[in-house]
């Protein structure tokens, strides 16, 4: 069977084999043998490294299927090349990986992580590209926050700052936000962002221009509301905010990962 992915990430199995985390067009999230990639002659280990869009040539296994031919598409080299960009990169793929189960085929999902590598590559606003990117992945996994009405008692969110409810699943209105255990505040500009990438297009999104500090503030939000939706932490995030601070030792930014804790 023919298949385009995205590769995950892999790990060695037996002496020269990798055993791949995909996530394809076609299938979903699946596993994968690659055979003797590891070996120094092996044709197919450079097109079957993390982040690659890869088209693949499968054959039944006994358990899981065998990459028998490997084609990169597209090996995004910047995502390889530049740490930074590369980071971003594994927050949105290890995002995926704990979102997803071997469940079958969501080609919208495949798609917004494809464009969302490209858009890692080509451009420079790498915290929009993210912010957009957890919207939208929230969007198709069934959690999409409810930003525009209280979302403990259905009032209409009025121009002020208000609350958020990782528990409730959105946005608060400042009586309730006031009432309720674990809500957190929540300014009226964040919410007025989050509210744009969640009805736009990125052509239209890409316009908003945030300031650090409120860059700084949704990515705080979300993280909080990821962390309780996948009832654990995740491991990127830290490492980006540890280069953050090397590449800038003088902004406090904190980036994904950072809870307010």
Known sequence: MRVEGV????????????????????????????????????????????????NLLLARGREIPIVTQAEAVDPYLALRDDLLRGTYASYAVELLDRFTYEEGENRSLYHLLVDTLTRLVQLDELDLVIHYYVIRLLDLMGFRPQLFECANCGKEILPQDQYFSALQGGALCPQCGLQLNGSRPISMNALKYLRH?????????????????????????????????????????????????????????????????
């Open 7 to 54: 590769v995950l990430r892999h790990s060695n199995w037996g002496e020269a084999d990798r055993l791949l985390w995909l996530y394809t067009l076609e299938l979903g999230k699946i596993r994968a043998i690659a055979k003797g990639v590891r070996k120094p002659r092996s044709r197919k280990g450079g097109h079957l490294e993390p982040f690659t869009r890869v």
């Open 197 to 261: 990438f969640q009805r736009s297009s990125f052509s239209d999104a890409k316009r908003a221009r945030l300031t650090p500090e409120l860059s700084r503030e949704i990515e705080i939000l979300m993280q909080h509301y990821l962390t309780y939706l996948l009832e654990r932490g995740l491991n990127t995030p830290a490492f980006l905010r540890r280069m953050r601070k090397d590449i800038s030792p003088s902004d406090d930014f904190a980036g994904p990962g950072e809870d307010g804790q």
